[in-house]
């Protein structure tokens, strides 16, 4: 369907890949991975001919359509949500109304060889809008609006009233919708909670029959989707058959052959090399020495790439609070609306969290998470009931907001600084570092960040400061895979009580103890894991 075949490709000094080759097969499931800054949207971007390569060969089958979701879902304006979501299927809509006009001229008489031209063109016409699921196109679009959470009574509502993250949805909607040939997916869970997940994943499994190619930071998307991965790294491609699991272990056990051939290579050429300095003086031994000179400059040397460092970084214990951390007595909170009607988000919730609590707070899209955090972080109050911090307690909040109070003039090192004054720089070197901060990475400035990095920023303020209860709100946002990783460990270790959100379902699984979910404004306490709470609720089993 799509070749690319030796392909070159350079941006300024720096060489992404070269003389890479890889395939997208119809039908396939493929994982684009590598570090950031390798090249994978430079491989979005060359297979829809937004950029070009510096050499080799792309070839494209005929009449193939690609759909590309990226995180840029430029302007947004004029339309509903389900038109915008329609619009985006153009070439679709644009066939309905020419079949619609030569059903129309076919009524009226004509020669016979006329209307056997007509009749051929629609026929060319008519197998095209069938290709691209044309008779379907308004039912399509209505159910990938609504799996991606915007219902039917939202459809109608102009694009410009939904925030960042909707809009997103809308986008990734269009794209969907379209049902392209190939589709291109970048971060596609990004804006997503775990419903919006979950029924993409059915989506692409039960629904489209298309090639896929991808990027996630979503460990289990990965898992569940892709059935094969296409690494870029070390100026290289890559492919593995297999899902993101599979891929780690492959990887890993490829580098091993690889430093194991290395080693057996440097071996044989420090003997040769050995016996050249020995005997190259020697007239009697001089065929022998030029025919060895010449053996060892004709082997190709294995090259060892470089290696991702990965940093352990050991917190210093928290202060030790109370046992009781928190407590909640008929708490409940609502939003007053504009129209002055209050709109309950939870109520009548009371409990107890406990020292060295891990705690998911999980629900639908909109069920209010993220206000009962505020609520507990004292971000704002509550509209009614009693919620208390119990004794020494020390508490840290992360929310996406969190990103906005950094000073965009302070280097990534100042703010961290900044937030441990008492500290040596060794000590801040090394927190950098657990977030993936090394060299000169440190001095780079706030405004320069990319979103993952301003995160990864804010976390490392936080598990700076002397803590013992962190109230995080989508933490993983932002984050790739080995930064989740980071995040994960750092968070297991945490001797602390921690109560989060997060859409992260790998995350949730391997951190939390206890799970509170909050349904139609209740909340309602699970003394278990993740797993536990997926076994006993009736949420999707994910």
Request: aromatic fraction near 8%.
């Amino acid at each position: 369907m799509i070749h690319l075949s030796n392909i070159t490709k350079q941006h300024g000094s720096q060489v992404l890949f070269r003389d890479a080759s890889f395939q997208i097969l119809p039908g396939t499931r493929n994982g684009l991975v590598g570090p950031n800054g390798a090249g994978k949207t430079t491989i979005f971007r060359i297979i829809t001919g937004e950029e070009e390569v510096d050499g080799g060969e792309i070839t494209c089958a005929k009449r193939t359509t690609i759909g590309y979701f990226s995180q840029d879902a430029g302007e947004m304006a004029g339309r509903s949500a389900l038109a915008e979501v329609m619009a985006g299927s153009a070439e679709t809509m644009r066939l309905a109304a020419e079949l619609k006009e030569m059903e129309a001229a076919m009524c009226v008489p004509r020669s016979d060889d006329d209307m056997a031209a007509l009749l051929e063109r629609y026929g060319v016409a008519q197998e095209e809008f069938e290709h691209r699921g044309g008779y379907d196109l308004d039912t399509r679009a209505q159910t990938v609006l609504t799996g991606l959470g915007i219902g039917p009574d939202r459809f109608d509502h102009p694009v410009e009233s939904f925030s960042g993250g909707w809009k997103m949805r809308i986008n990734l909607a269009k794209i969907l919708t379209l049902k392209p040939d190939v589709l291109l997916l970048d971060e596609p869970t990004n804006h997503l909670d775990v419903e919006s997940i979950i029924w993409l994943e059915e989506w692409l499994a039960n629904d489209f029959d298309g090639a896929l190619l991808m990027t996630s930071h979503d460990r289990d998307f990965m898992n569940r989707i892709v059935t094969r991965i296409i690494e870029v790294a070390n100026k290289a491609v890559t492919t593995y058959g297999g899902n993101y699991d599979f891929y780690e272990r492959e990887r890993d056990i490829r580098r091993e052959q690889l430093l194991a051939s290395h080693r057996r290579q440097q071996e044989m050429l420090a003997k040769e090399e050995e016996f050249i300095a020995r005997f190259a003086a020697r007239a009697s031994h001089a065929t022998q020495v030029q025919s060895r000179v010449k053996k060892i400059d004709k082997i190709e040397r294995i090259e060892i790439p470089p290696e991702e460092r990965v940093v352990r970084f050991e917190f210093s214990e928290p202060p030790r609070s109370g046992d009781d951390v928190v407590a909640m007595e008929g708490l409940a909170k609502s939003w007053q609306l504009p129209d002055g009607r209050e709109h309950p988000v939870f109520s009548g919730v009371s409990g107890i969290i406990r020292r060295q609590n891990k705690i998911a707070v999980v629900g639908v899209n909109g069920a209010g998470k993220s206000t009962f955090l505020k609520v507990l972080a004292g971000q704002t109050g509550q509209t009614a009931g009693h919620v208390s911090l119990g004794a020494n307690v020390e508490l840290g909040y992360f929310s996406q907001h969190a990103m906005d109070i950094l000073d965009p003039k302070k280097t990534v090192f100042e703010t961290v600084q900044a937030a441990m004054p008492l500290a040596n720089i060794g000590v801040i070197r090394n927190l950098l570092g657990a977030f993936l901060f090394q060299g000169d990475t440190v001095d780079k400035r706030i405004e320069n960040l990319s979103g993952g990095e301003k995160s990864r920023v804010v976390l490392a303020t936080l598990l700076a400061r002397p803590v013992n209860f962190l109230v995080l709100d989508e933490p993983t946002n932002h984050l790739d895979i080995r930064s989740r990783e980071v995040l994960l460990g750092a968070l297991q270790g945490f001797g602390g009580t921690v109560v989060l959100v997060s859409h992260d379902r790998h995350f949730l699984r391997l951190l939390v103890d206890r799970v509170f979910e909050i349904d139609h404004g209740e909340m309602r306490v699970y003394e278990g894991n993740y797993e536990y709470y997926l076994g006993k609720s009736h949420a999707v089993v994910s």
